[in-house]
């Protein structure tokens, strides 16, 4: 009797530690989800915002597609620029995690 009750409270001890264990490490992927579509998002929110302003450039000026196809590859340059620090300062934490 006193076996059964040792291999039931293992075998609590066990669930409990996957459980705890599975936790973890569904919080850090959903935190390296959560920080891919924030990249993705500046990245994009660059590259239309660029777009607008350019826009809004030919329209006032009456410039043609030159203002628009400027400030969007600013745009782009922009948000790749802002991706790829962040990116490094990501690199730069799980380094320093470990």
Known sequence: ?????????????????????????????????????????????????GGFIGWFIDRQLGSGPWGLIIMLMLGFVTGLYQSLRRQKAMDADERNGD
């Open 1 to 49: 009797m006193a076996d059964r009750q040792t291999d039931e409270d293992s075998l609590a001890r066990r669930i409990a530690a996957a459980r705890a264990a599975e936790s973890g490490a569904k919080d850090g992927a959903k935190r390296q989800e959560n920080t891919g579509w924030q990249l993705a998002s500046e990245f994009i929110g660059a590259m239309l915002a």
